[in-house]
Every structure is written in C-alpha cells, then in structure tokens.
C-alpha cells in the first residue's frame, strides 16, 4: 500500500541520483526504530466529549430550572421549561377545550333531535298549505290565473316536502350524527397536537446522561421573580456534556479514509507538551448533505487512559496526526534516507521497488507521507 507523495523526491533523485548512487550506502535496517504504526497524514480535528447537547435560545424568552449548574442529569431529565407562563396557559386552554368538546357531544344528539322537530313541523305546516290550495282550487268561481298559481303552488310545497323528508330520513341523521361528531373530535386533536408540540418545545428533558453546564445564566436572573431568567434570542444558555469518553471529529476527507477498514486508522495528538501524545481509535463515518454534495467526517474515540488528560482539551482544535496500524512491528525508514540510494528504480517501480533492490529479505508493508513501514520476510514478526 502506498499512501503518500512521492512526486518531489523522485524528481530529486533524477537531478542527482546516479552520482550519489555510486557514493551512498545502503542503511542498515536494524539501526531504525521499530513501531507497528506509521505516520499518514496530518489533519485539524476537534476533540469533544461522546455526546454534547448545545442550546441556544430561538426568541426573547424566559427559562425557570429545574436544575442546577454542574447537576448529573439522567437521560429524560426534565431540566428546565421555557417560558413556563405561556405553556401553563395553553395547557389551561386545551383542559377547557377537552371539556368543550365532550359538552358539545353530549348535545349533538339532543341538537339533532331539536332540528328533527324544527323539520317535522315545517313539513306538517307546508302539508296543511297543500289542503288548504287543494280546497281553494275545488271552488267552481275561481278564476284561471288564480288556480294556476294555487296549482304551482301546490307543486312547489310538494317538492320542498319531499326535501325536507329527504332531511329526516334515518340514513341523513346517522351522517349529519357521525360528521358532527367527528367534526369536534377532530378539533380536539388539533389542539391537543399543536399543545404537544409546544410542550415538546418547551419542556427541555435530558438527551442522555450528562453534566449540564448552565453557567452563560448567571447573570441572567429576573429581579421581579427568581425563579426565572430572562433569555435573549441567539444567547447560548446551556449545555449537556457526556464526558464518559471523548471524541475528535476530522471534518477533512483524506484519501487514508478511503480503505475499507477504518479500524486500522489510529490517531494521536500532543498534550500540551511534545514529550506526551494523546491516542485514539477510529469509531465512525458521518455523511451529510451539504451544497448539493455529501459532506463527510471521521470520528476517533481517546483511548480510556488518556480520558483525564483529554478532558482540559474539551472544545478545542488540535493537530491531529494520522497513523495506520500495520497489524505487525515494522521498521520505519525516512523515504529521505532511500530516495537517492536507487532513483531509476524509484521512478519506474515506486518505493516498492526500492526496497526490493536495496533489501532483498524484506517487504514493503506501507509508504507513508515520509516514512516507509519495512519487514523482514520470514523473520517471525
């Protein structure tokens, strides 16, 4: 495997390779130092803890706590509520709603009832005026115009009866019974909906178990009532850390990110001092839509005895080195120290062909961005 840029260096060795060639000797492989990593690449990563929940508030508000800076919460904690006045208003609301509607079903029935007799006697008074026409137009002195319009008349009383039968009919009540119903229940639901998601919104629970930081609200409390502190929108008022183990995010895609098992990718990253490296595995890829394109990132979790000493780096960007573990203790050689040894070769068959010309016993196991990871064929290892 070769993971690197060999570029440079091969066009150093074509300027001067062949008289250093007749000059140079061979290093000894066993005068290098022995590691079953090797250096890749260098890339900016932020260390985190596992999970961090940020708030940020999205509107002039008030906060009342339930909760104290520095407080251990479990998850489904409730820690807070936004502007709790507004949400006990819609919760009395909804209550009266609820009791709204269940008086408005108890009476559909009866309303039903009272427009069945509102119907009823209109069809009985329209039937008495039908008699009556009928009676009229029996008279033997009454004039053409007059009986015509008695006789309209009567037709347009019989059809409006037939309507308004229409309108009593079983099957008619049933659905005006069933829409009417529905209809509050419906409404109901609505408002219990919408009361949900408020309550969502407002009612902040603990995303996982963590220590809340809500030190941003110290100088924030309302003088008038304690218990509340007043928010401004876009002001970061809390967060939720779990520091069980951290992480660092590489939001860098780095062609080391492209084999297909990760798990050989390591990291480290200095602590403060050269003289101690922080080291971490590789725990995930994360891929998003960004720009019309897949945005990436790469997450490595600190091993658990470097945990302490990552914590003082929480929140920070660090030079993260990339290291891939080669699976057996391997000599690293500086390429610097091979390339002018054989540059032909070098240019026609790659550091791979190097190492088989200057070590006839050995393998090259992987090139790095300036080292090269070399093991002896056979040698137990």
Known sequence: MNIGINAPIVALCCLIGLNYNSLATTPILSEYSASNKIWIAAAEGKVSPLELETYVSAADTNIMLKANDGDMLVKGAHWATIDPEDLELKERSLKLKR???????????????????????????????????????????????????????????????KRLEELISTEHIELIEEVEREDLKIQLLTAEKAYKKQYEKSVLLAPFDGEINLSNLKELQRDDDPSLHELRAGDLYATIADDSDYIVTIDKDLPIFSISDKNKICIKFEAGTRSKLIEGSYLSEISKAYNGGIFKSYTFIIDTEFKELTRSFSGQSRTILIYYNLGKQCYIVPKSDLALLAPKILKSSGWRGVVKKLYPDAALVLAGSETLAISIVNDGN
């Open 99 to 161: 009791k709204q509607t269940n008086l408005a079903l108890d009476q559909v029935e009866f309303k039903i009832q009272e427009d069945l007799k509102s119907l009823n006697e209109k069809i009985i008074s329209l039937q008495n005026k039908v008699r009556q026409l009928k009676r009229i137009l029996a008279s033997d002195n009454l004039s053409k115009s007059l009986k015509s319009k008695c006789e309209s008349t009567i037709e347009l009383s019989y059809e409006k009866i």
